[in-house]
């Protein structure tokens, strides 16, 4: 699984082998701690309270990757096991958008830091596919472009937007990082 910044203070998301995104609690009152230690303090074993506060609509198999956007601070994506990508409003639990680029897992998601709803996605083929959910003309739920960037058809585990030259992205597959002019 993994892990990016909620939406509230003292949050965040995190992605789980089973499939499910959790927003996890990451701190506790003041209140919460006190009792905490003064129940350990006792020689007593403290309650252990889950940090998950909330459960969005799960993938099929594993959460690969999170991806808070740049732009809207209510949207995330989640990429997994079942082949989709899939876009959250952080304050609702069902995706408001889901993309099935490619038979196969999805590894590696990442927003452009530049162009507002454009997000690229690595795929177990070697795949990376590019979207473009605002300006995507016709149907934006299929790839604007795509290309192989792992020769070998190894899978695509890392995906990262120059953050100073909106024009390239890099991508890894565990042997390589190749950098890409868009």
């Known amino acids: 699984g993994g892990g990016v910044g909620g939406d509230e203070t003292g949050t965040f998301l995190a992605g789980s082998d089973g499939g499910p995104v959790f927003k996890c609690l990451m701190h506790h009152t003041p209140t919460m ?10 020689g007593e074993t403290p309650k252990m309270n889950s940090p998950v506060k909330s459960e969005y609509a799960p ?3 594993a959460v690969h990757a999170l991806a808070a ?5 209510r949207l995330f994506a989640s990429c997994g096991a079942d082949g989709s990508a899939r876009v959250y409003q952080r304050r609702g639990t069902a995706p408001v958008l889901r993309l099935e680029p490619c038979v196969g897992a999805l590894f590696a998601l990442q927003w452009s830091p530049f162009r507002p709803l454009v997000m690229a996605a ?5 795949q990376v596919v590019l979207y473009d959910l ?11 472009v795509s290309f192989q960037a792992c020769p070998r058809g190894t899978a695509v585990q890392a995906l990262a937007f120059n953050p100073m030259m ?5 991508s890894a597959d565990g042997t390589a990082v190749r950098v890409w002019e868009l």
């Open 33 to 42: 701690m006190a009792a905490f230690s003064k129940t350990a303090a006792g």
């Open 59 to 61: 993938h099929v198999g």
């Open 69 to 73: 956007c740049p732009h809207d601070p």
């Open 122 to 126: 690595g795929t177990a083929s070697g």
């Open 134 to 144: 605002l300006e995507g003309g016709g149907d934006a739920t299929q790839p604007a």
């Open 166 to 170: 909106p024009e390239y992205l890099a």
